[in-house]
């Protein structure tokens, strides 16, 4: 997405508090006023720090995706069938709606129209939606000729996005930030409802993070190495890998059944489910395994971590019964 000729055309602000907490919604009536300092900051700060491909989300619905509120609402807006107000106001709404987790806290919603975006073919329009729940505190001068004062002030850091969308004119596709989700991940599960959008590298790393996970459960040294191994010769032996190559491959040392659940645990974390039959840089993913291979878990605590041409070839444990133990372990050099 090109931004170079992004301009600021509208701009609201509403305040969502917490309706838990009997927190109350104060919506403006009117948009407010942009001057071209405060587009310059708006254009620097949120559209920039959200337009990535790594914050690069996709709406979704069980059953049909134009029950999915934010998309109906920006629908609506985009064909022309509610003004720019009311579609703010309606996100607003739904916004709050979705605030009653107890550690949601109340912030200032900014509601942004964007023009001048680019696909790279045909231009496009935006809605920026952004929530400030972190007020900034700074000082500021005041020169009135004879003596600068100075005065403290709060206000919103436009570089600094709590939790950001950006709903774009053309298609499904959502850019979103959550910077404070920790607590609470309303903001992308609850309110925007989107999933994020896999690219390689992402994808290289889950595999590496579902080998990692899957080899700290195996108890036997020498079949962690063993299984660490294989996944690395796996990759290093060809150009391309994917993701249900290296799975077949898991269930020669760990259960199926442990595949899938290990699996699951890292589509939940990273918000996207691997597809077995998607092929994957061979090298990435092996560079990422590396880190994973050099470090394997000899029990009682202990981890080993060797240099990359090493490898165990051989563990031994010696309980002497009186509280003292010996552990031999045999290394072997890689080919």
Not at 192 to 199: C, F, G, N, S, Y
Request: charged fraction near 30%.
């Amino acid at each position: 997405m090109m931004i170079g000729d992004a301009k600021v055309e509208r701009l609201v602000v509403h305040r969502v508090g917490n309706p838990a907490r009997d927190e109350r919604l104060q919506l403006s009536d009117r948009a407010a006023t942009v001057d071209d300092e405060v587009s310059a900051l708006l254009l620097d700060g949120y559209l920039k720090g959200i337009v990535s491909d790594k914050k690069k989300h996709q709406f979704f619905h069980e059953s049909d995706l134009n029950l999915n509120e934010l998309y109906h609402y920006s629908r609506q807006f985009f064909r022309g069938e509610v003004d720019f107000l009311d579609a703010s106001q309606r996100i607003a709404r739904h916004l709050y709606a979705r605030s009653q987790h107890p550690n949601i806290s109340p912030g200032d919603l900014l509601v942004i129209l964007f023009s001048g975006l680019s696909d790279g073919e045909t231009a496009q329009r935006a809605l920026g939606v952004f929530k400030s729940e972190i007020r900034d505190e700074f000082l500021t001068l005041i020169d009135s000729g004879d003596v600068i004062d100075i005065r403290h002030a709060s206000g919103i850091n436009p570089r600094l996005i709590d939790k950001g969308a950006l709903l774009l004119e053309n298609g499904p596709t959502v850019y979103a930030v959550d910077r404070l989700g920790q607590q609470a991940k309303f903001w992308l599960d609850d309110f925007l409802k989107a999933m994020r959008v896999p690219d390689a590298a992402s994808r290289s790393r889950m595999v590496a993070t579902v080998v990692e996970q899957l080899s700290d459960g195996i108890a036997d040294p020498l079949e962690q190495a063993r299984f660490k191994e294989a996944c690395f010769e796996l990759c290093v032996a060809e150009d391309e890998v994917a993701p249900g190559e290296v799975a077949r491959l898991a269930e020669r040392f760990v259960p199926r059944e442990r595949v899938e659940q290990v699996r699951d645990e890292a589509a939940a974390s990273y918000g996207f489910a691997l597809d077995d039959e998607a092929k994957l840089p061979a090298l990435g993913v092996a560079r990422r395994l590396e880190k994973t291979l050099s470090r394997v878990g000899v029990g009682h605590g202990i981890n080993l971590l060797m240099p990359s041409h090493l490898s165990l070839k051989h563990f031994h444990t010696l309980d002497d019964g009186e509280g003292e133990m010996t552990l031999t372990i045999k290394l072997r050099r890689r080919d």
